[in-house]
Protein backbone atom coordinates (compact mmCIF):
# COMPACT_ATOMS: atom_id res chain seq x y z
CA UNK A 1 0.00 0.00 0.00
CA UNK A 2 3.01 2.51 0.98
CA UNK A 3 4.17 2.79 -3.13
CA UNK A 4 0.81 2.53 -3.97
CA UNK A 5 0.26 6.48 -4.79
CA UNK A 6 -1.78 6.16 -8.68
CA UNK A 7 -4.86 4.32 -8.78
CA UNK A 8 -6.11 3.10 -12.04
CA UNK A 9 -9.99 2.70 -11.95
CA UNK A 10 -12.00 0.99 -14.71
CA UNK A 11 -15.83 0.87 -14.98
CA UNK A 12 -17.28 2.05 -18.64
CA UNK A 13 -20.73 1.51 -18.00
CA UNK A 14 -23.49 1.39 -17.64
CA UNK A 15 -25.22 4.70 -16.17
CA UNK A 16 -26.42 3.17 -13.01
CA UNK A 17 -23.27 1.04 -12.57
CA UNK A 18 -21.05 3.92 -13.07
CA UNK A 19 -22.98 5.67 -10.57
CA UNK A 20 -22.71 3.13 -8.08
CA UNK A 21 -18.80 3.60 -8.16
CA UNK A 22 -18.97 7.34 -6.43
CA UNK A 23 -19.70 6.54 -3.22
CA UNK A 24 -17.18 4.21 -3.02
CA UNK A 25 -14.60 6.38 -4.79
CA UNK A 26 -15.75 9.87 -2.93
CA UNK A 27 -14.88 7.31 0.78
CA UNK A 28 -11.64 6.22 -0.64
CA UNK A 29 -10.89 10.30 -1.37
CA UNK A 30 -11.61 11.46 1.81
CA UNK A 31 -9.61 8.17 3.56
CA UNK A 32 -6.84 8.32 1.68
CA UNK A 33 -6.57 11.67 0.56
CA UNK A 34 -2.54 11.57 -0.65
CA UNK A 35 -3.39 8.51 -2.91
CA UNK A 36 -4.66 10.22 -6.64
CA UNK A 37 -7.15 8.23 -8.50
CA UNK A 38 -7.45 8.11 -12.13
CA UNK A 39 -11.15 6.81 -13.09
CA UNK A 40 -11.52 5.57 -17.19
CA UNK A 41 -15.48 5.64 -17.91
CA UNK A 42 -16.85 7.06 -20.93
CA UNK A 43 -16.63 10.86 -21.61
CA UNK A 44 -20.63 11.35 -21.09
CA UNK A 45 -20.23 10.09 -17.26
CA UNK A 46 -17.54 12.62 -16.49
CA UNK A 47 -19.79 14.86 -14.14
CA UNK A 48 -20.37 11.68 -12.12
CA UNK A 49 -17.02 12.96 -10.63
CA UNK A 50 -17.16 16.49 -10.06
CA UNK A 51 -16.14 17.93 -6.89
CA UNK A 52 -13.98 14.87 -6.05
CA UNK A 53 -10.32 16.44 -5.50
CA UNK A 54 -8.30 13.68 -5.95
CA UNK A 55 -9.63 11.97 -8.66
CA UNK A 56 -8.75 12.71 -12.65
CA UNK A 57 -10.85 11.38 -15.28
CA UNK A 58 -9.61 9.83 -18.68
CA UNK A 59 -12.23 9.84 -20.99
CA UNK A 60 -12.21 6.49 -23.19
CA UNK A 61 -12.82 6.92 -26.77
CA UNK A 62 -14.22 3.11 -28.19
CA UNK A 63 -15.37 4.50 -30.94
CA UNK A 64 -12.40 5.11 -32.72
CA UNK A 65 -8.82 5.55 -31.00
CA UNK A 66 -9.41 2.89 -28.22
CA UNK A 67 -11.91 0.61 -30.46
CA UNK A 68 -10.95 -2.80 -30.64
CA UNK A 69 -8.07 -4.98 -29.79
CA UNK A 70 -5.45 -2.33 -31.13
CA UNK A 71 -7.69 0.47 -29.62
CA UNK A 72 -7.32 -1.26 -26.30
CA UNK A 73 -3.70 -1.64 -27.04
CA UNK A 74 -3.82 2.07 -27.64
CA UNK A 75 -5.55 2.67 -24.22
CA UNK A 76 -3.09 0.41 -22.46
CA UNK A 77 -0.35 3.11 -23.95
CA UNK A 78 -2.19 5.93 -23.61
CA UNK A 79 -2.70 4.87 -19.58
CA UNK A 80 0.67 4.07 -18.90
CA UNK A 81 2.51 7.52 -19.14
CA UNK A 82 0.19 8.63 -16.38
CA UNK A 83 2.41 6.93 -13.89
CA UNK A 84 -0.03 4.00 -12.82
CA UNK A 85 1.14 2.16 -9.54
CA UNK A 86 -1.97 -0.23 -9.23
CA UNK A 87 -5.08 -1.32 -11.46
CA UNK A 88 -9.05 -1.48 -9.83
CA UNK A 89 -11.23 -3.26 -12.21
CA UNK A 90 -14.93 -2.19 -10.99
CA UNK A 91 -16.20 -3.42 -14.20
CA UNK A 92 -14.31 -7.46 -14.59
CA UNK A 93 -15.79 -7.35 -18.63
CA UNK A 94 -13.29 -8.74 -21.87
CA UNK A 95 -12.01 -4.65 -22.03
CA UNK A 96 -11.06 -4.07 -18.62
CA UNK A 97 -9.62 -7.69 -18.05
CA UNK A 98 -7.04 -6.96 -21.39
CA UNK A 99 -6.25 -3.26 -19.67
CA UNK A 100 -5.79 -4.66 -16.29
CA UNK A 101 -3.37 -7.47 -17.71
CA UNK A 102 -1.23 -5.55 -19.38
CA UNK A 103 -0.43 -3.89 -16.32
CA UNK A 104 -0.50 -6.94 -13.99
CA UNK A 105 2.27 -8.20 -16.95
CA UNK A 106 4.18 -4.86 -16.97
CA UNK A 107 4.44 -5.79 -12.61
CA UNK A 108 1.77 -3.42 -11.52
CA UNK A 109 -0.42 -5.15 -8.83
CA UNK A 110 -4.14 -5.51 -9.94
CA UNK A 111 -7.13 -6.29 -8.72
CA UNK A 112 -11.01 -6.70 -10.01
CA UNK A 113 -14.57 -7.09 -8.63
CA UNK A 114 -16.07 -10.17 -8.02
CA UNK A 115 -19.61 -9.81 -9.06
CA UNK A 116 -20.88 -12.88 -7.05
CA UNK A 117 -22.61 -14.81 -10.13
CA UNK A 118 -23.12 -17.87 -7.98
CA UNK A 119 -24.90 -15.84 -5.01
CA UNK A 120 -26.98 -14.09 -7.72
CA UNK A 121 -28.07 -17.41 -9.31
CA UNK A 122 -29.18 -18.75 -5.91
CA UNK A 123 -30.99 -15.63 -5.48
CA UNK A 124 -33.05 -15.75 -9.08
CA UNK A 125 -33.16 -19.02 -10.08
CA UNK A 126 -36.61 -20.84 -10.26
CA UNK A 127 -36.03 -24.35 -7.94
CA UNK A 128 -34.39 -24.58 -4.63
CA UNK A 129 -34.27 -20.82 -4.58
CA UNK A 130 -32.22 -18.99 -2.14
CA UNK A 131 -34.24 -15.66 -1.00
CA UNK A 132 -30.87 -13.96 1.19
CA UNK A 133 -29.14 -10.76 0.39
CA UNK A 134 -26.05 -11.24 -1.33
CA UNK A 135 -23.34 -9.18 -0.67
CA UNK A 136 -23.87 -5.17 -2.23
CA UNK A 137 -21.84 -4.02 -5.09
CA UNK A 138 -20.14 -1.23 -3.15
CA UNK A 139 -19.21 -3.98 -0.65
CA UNK A 140 -17.74 -5.98 -3.78
CA UNK A 141 -15.95 -3.11 -4.99
CA UNK A 142 -14.59 -2.41 -1.35
CA UNK A 143 -12.61 -5.43 -1.60
CA UNK A 144 -11.26 -4.90 -4.98
CA UNK A 145 -9.74 -1.87 -2.80
CA UNK A 146 -9.03 -4.04 -0.10
CA UNK A 147 -7.06 -6.50 -1.93
CA UNK A 148 -4.92 -3.32 -2.79
CA UNK A 149 -4.28 -2.36 0.52
CA UNK A 150 -6.91 -0.03 1.16
CA UNK A 151 -9.72 -0.89 3.42
CA UNK A 152 -12.68 1.36 2.99
CA UNK A 153 -15.41 2.49 5.39
CA UNK A 154 -18.54 3.22 3.77
CA UNK A 155 -20.10 4.88 6.75
CA UNK A 156 -17.66 7.66 5.96
CA UNK A 157 -19.13 9.19 3.23
CA UNK A 158 -19.93 13.17 3.16
CA UNK A 159 -22.49 13.64 0.09
CA UNK A 160 -22.07 16.87 -1.59
CA UNK A 161 -24.09 19.40 -0.82
CA UNK A 162 -27.58 20.38 -2.73
CA UNK A 163 -25.63 21.96 -6.53
CA UNK A 164 -26.23 25.46 -7.27
CA UNK A 165 -28.99 25.65 -10.02
CA UNK A 166 -27.51 27.34 -13.21
CA UNK A 167 -29.72 29.60 -14.93
CA UNK A 168 -30.67 27.21 -17.50
CA UNK A 169 -32.24 25.01 -15.08
CA UNK A 170 -34.14 27.80 -13.17
CA UNK A 171 -36.10 28.56 -15.93
CA UNK A 172 -37.55 24.96 -16.40
CA UNK A 173 -38.02 24.90 -12.92
CA UNK A 174 -38.52 28.25 -11.23
CA UNK A 175 -37.80 28.89 -7.98
CA UNK A 176 -38.27 26.23 -4.94
CA UNK A 177 -41.42 26.78 -2.85
CA UNK A 178 -42.39 23.57 -2.44
CA UNK A 179 -41.64 20.47 -2.34
CA UNK A 180 -39.91 18.49 -5.31
CA UNK A 181 -40.68 14.94 -6.16
CA UNK A 182 -38.49 13.89 -9.21
CA UNK A 183 -40.00 10.86 -11.01
CA UNK A 184 -37.96 8.69 -13.42
CA UNK A 185 -40.64 6.08 -14.33
CA UNK A 186 -38.46 3.94 -16.89
CA UNK A 187 -35.74 1.46 -17.33
CA UNK A 188 -33.83 -0.91 -19.47
CA UNK A 189 -36.23 -3.90 -19.30
CA UNK A 190 -40.07 -3.27 -19.31
CA UNK A 191 -40.22 -6.22 -16.66
CA UNK A 192 -38.47 -3.27 -14.20
CA UNK A 193 -41.03 -0.66 -15.23
CA UNK A 194 -44.24 0.70 -13.27
CA UNK A 195 -47.24 0.02 -15.05
CA UNK A 196 -47.65 3.85 -16.62
CA UNK A 197 -51.33 3.76 -15.74
CA UNK A 198 -50.72 3.38 -12.14
CA UNK A 199 -47.94 5.58 -12.64
CA UNK A 200 -50.43 8.26 -13.72
CA UNK A 201 -52.43 7.26 -10.31
CA UNK A 202 -49.38 7.91 -8.52
CA UNK A 203 -49.08 11.42 -10.25
CA UNK A 204 -52.58 12.32 -9.95
CA UNK A 205 -52.35 11.73 -5.90
CA UNK A 206 -49.16 13.70 -5.68
CA UNK A 207 -49.96 16.53 -7.43
CA UNK A 208 -53.53 17.25 -5.55
CA UNK A 209 -50.75 17.84 -2.59
CA UNK A 210 -49.28 20.93 -4.15
CA UNK A 211 -46.01 19.17 -4.70
CA UNK A 212 -43.87 20.33 -8.04
CA UNK A 213 -42.81 17.20 -10.26
CA UNK A 214 -40.17 16.35 -12.86
CA UNK A 215 -40.44 13.78 -14.97
CA UNK A 216 -37.14 12.20 -15.86
CA UNK A 217 -36.40 9.98 -19.22
CA UNK A 218 -34.65 10.68 -22.37
CA UNK A 219 -35.83 9.39 -26.05
CA UNK A 220 -38.34 10.26 -28.23
CA UNK A 221 -40.29 7.38 -27.38
CA UNK A 222 -40.23 7.91 -23.66
CA UNK A 223 -40.85 11.62 -23.63
CA UNK A 224 -43.93 11.18 -25.60
CA UNK A 225 -45.16 9.03 -22.69
CA UNK A 226 -43.78 11.54 -20.47
CA UNK A 227 -45.79 14.29 -21.91
CA UNK A 228 -49.48 12.23 -21.69
CA UNK A 229 -48.13 11.62 -18.19
CA UNK A 230 -47.90 15.20 -17.51
CA UNK A 231 -51.39 16.00 -18.62
CA UNK A 232 -52.51 19.69 -18.51
CA UNK A 233 -50.59 19.58 -15.01
CA UNK A 234 -48.79 23.02 -14.25
CA UNK A 235 -46.62 21.53 -11.39
CA UNK A 236 -45.67 18.87 -13.48
CA UNK A 237 -42.74 19.40 -15.49
CA UNK A 238 -40.99 17.14 -18.27
CA UNK A 239 -36.79 17.52 -18.12
CA UNK A 240 -36.30 14.98 -20.39
CA UNK A 241 -34.74 16.46 -23.54
CA UNK A 242 -34.31 19.89 -22.22
CA UNK A 243 -31.09 19.45 -20.09
CA UNK A 244 -27.73 18.08 -20.38
CA UNK A 245 -26.40 15.78 -18.10
CA UNK A 246 -24.76 17.83 -15.49
CA UNK A 247 -27.67 20.05 -15.50
CA UNK A 248 -29.43 17.12 -14.80
CA UNK A 249 -27.49 16.22 -11.99
CA UNK A 250 -27.97 20.06 -10.28
CA UNK A 251 -31.82 19.28 -10.08
CA UNK A 252 -31.68 15.94 -8.86
CA UNK A 253 -29.66 17.11 -6.43
CA UNK A 254 -32.12 19.66 -5.17
CA UNK A 255 -35.13 17.29 -5.32
CA UNK A 256 -36.96 16.50 -1.79
CA UNK A 257 -37.53 12.79 -3.05
CA UNK A 258 -36.98 10.73 -5.92
CA UNK A 259 -39.03 7.96 -7.18
CA UNK A 260 -37.48 5.68 -9.58
CA UNK A 261 -37.29 2.06 -10.86
CA UNK A 262 -34.60 -0.11 -10.24
CA UNK A 263 -32.21 1.79 -12.66
CA UNK A 264 -29.76 4.50 -13.19
CA UNK A 265 -31.63 7.92 -11.84
CA UNK A 266 -32.04 5.46 -8.59
CA UNK A 267 -28.40 5.34 -8.02
CA UNK A 268 -27.66 9.14 -9.32
CA UNK A 269 -29.68 10.17 -6.93
CA UNK A 270 -28.58 8.11 -4.21
CA UNK A 271 -24.96 9.14 -5.11
CA UNK A 272 -25.92 12.90 -4.15
CA UNK A 273 -27.34 12.23 -0.77
CA UNK A 274 -30.98 12.07 -1.98
CA UNK A 275 -34.11 10.36 -0.62
CA UNK A 276 -34.96 7.24 -3.19
CA UNK A 277 -37.93 5.03 -3.65
CA UNK A 278 -37.69 2.10 -5.82
CA UNK A 279 -40.20 0.28 -7.40
CA UNK A 280 -38.71 -3.60 -8.05
CA UNK A 281 -40.53 -6.03 -10.64
CA UNK A 282 -38.90 -8.60 -11.73
CA UNK A 283 -35.61 -7.68 -10.10
CA UNK A 284 -35.07 -7.62 -6.02
CA UNK A 285 -33.05 -4.97 -4.01
CA UNK A 286 -31.19 -8.42 -2.44
CA UNK A 287 -29.18 -8.82 -5.31
CA UNK A 288 -27.01 -5.86 -4.35
CA UNK A 289 -28.21 -3.24 -6.33
CA UNK A 290 -30.25 -1.45 -3.60
CA UNK A 291 -29.13 2.17 -4.21
CA UNK A 292 -26.36 3.37 -1.72
CA UNK A 293 -27.62 4.54 1.79
CA UNK A 294 -31.21 3.91 1.45
CA UNK A 295 -33.10 1.66 3.36
CA UNK A 296 -34.82 -0.84 2.54
CA UNK A 297 -38.59 0.20 3.47
CA UNK A 298 -38.03 1.95 0.39
CA UNK A 299 -37.81 -0.48 -1.86
CA UNK A 300 -40.83 -1.17 -2.84
CA UNK A 301 -41.49 -4.61 -4.36
CA UNK A 302 -43.84 -7.06 -6.10
CA UNK A 303 -45.98 -9.39 -3.96
CA UNK A 304 -43.94 -12.73 -3.49
CA UNK A 305 -46.74 -14.24 -1.94
CA UNK A 306 -48.63 -14.08 -5.46
CA UNK A 307 -45.53 -14.71 -7.17
CA UNK A 308 -43.31 -16.54 -5.41
CA UNK A 309 -40.40 -17.04 -7.84
CA UNK A 310 -39.44 -13.48 -7.71
CA UNK A 311 -37.04 -11.87 -8.08
CA UNK A 312 -36.60 -13.96 -11.50
CA UNK A 313 -33.64 -11.90 -12.75
CA UNK A 314 -31.14 -9.97 -11.88
CA UNK A 315 -30.85 -7.40 -14.64
CA UNK A 316 -34.62 -7.86 -15.43
CA UNK A 317 -33.66 -9.62 -18.78
CA UNK A 318 -35.70 -12.89 -18.42
CA UNK A 319 -39.06 -13.56 -19.07
CA UNK A 320 -40.98 -15.98 -16.73
CA UNK A 321 -44.34 -16.99 -17.74
CA UNK A 322 -47.31 -15.19 -16.18
CA UNK A 323 -44.77 -13.21 -14.45
CA UNK A 324 -45.74 -10.09 -16.99
CA UNK A 325 -47.94 -8.23 -14.12
CA UNK A 326 -45.92 -8.50 -11.11
CA UNK A 327 -45.72 -5.25 -10.77
CA UNK A 328 -49.22 -4.60 -10.53
CA UNK A 329 -48.64 -6.03 -7.02
CA UNK A 330 -47.71 -2.86 -6.16
CA UNK A 331 -50.50 -0.22 -5.46
CA UNK A 332 -50.07 3.83 -5.82
CA UNK A 333 -51.36 4.28 -2.90
CA UNK A 334 -48.70 2.58 -1.23
CA UNK A 335 -46.12 4.33 -3.61
CA UNK A 336 -47.73 7.71 -2.28
CA UNK A 337 -47.69 7.08 1.12
CA UNK A 338 -44.19 6.24 0.71
CA UNK A 339 -43.13 9.44 -0.80
CA UNK A 340 -45.39 11.99 1.60
CA UNK A 341 -43.22 9.99 4.38
CA UNK A 342 -40.09 10.90 3.59
CA UNK A 343 -40.68 14.39 2.36
Not at 124 to 142: G, L, Q
Request: aromatic share 10%.
Amino acid sequence: MGNIKHILVIRLSAMGDVAMTVPVLRAFSLQYPEVKITVVSRPFFKPFFNGIDTINFFAVDLNKRHKGMIGLVRLYNDLKKLNIDAVADLHNVLRSKVIRGLFAVSGKKAAFTDKGRTDKKALTRTKNKVFAPVKSMFERHCNTFAQLGFSIDLSQNNFPGKITLSQEVIEITGDKNQKWIGIAPFAQYESKVYPLDLMQVVIDGLTASGNKIFLFGGGKEEIQKLNQLKKEYQNVIVVAGRIKLQQELELISNLDVMLSMDSGNAHIAAMLGVKVITLWGATHPYAGFKPFNQPFENCITADRDKYPLLPTSVYGNKKVEGYDDVMRTILPATVIEKINSNL
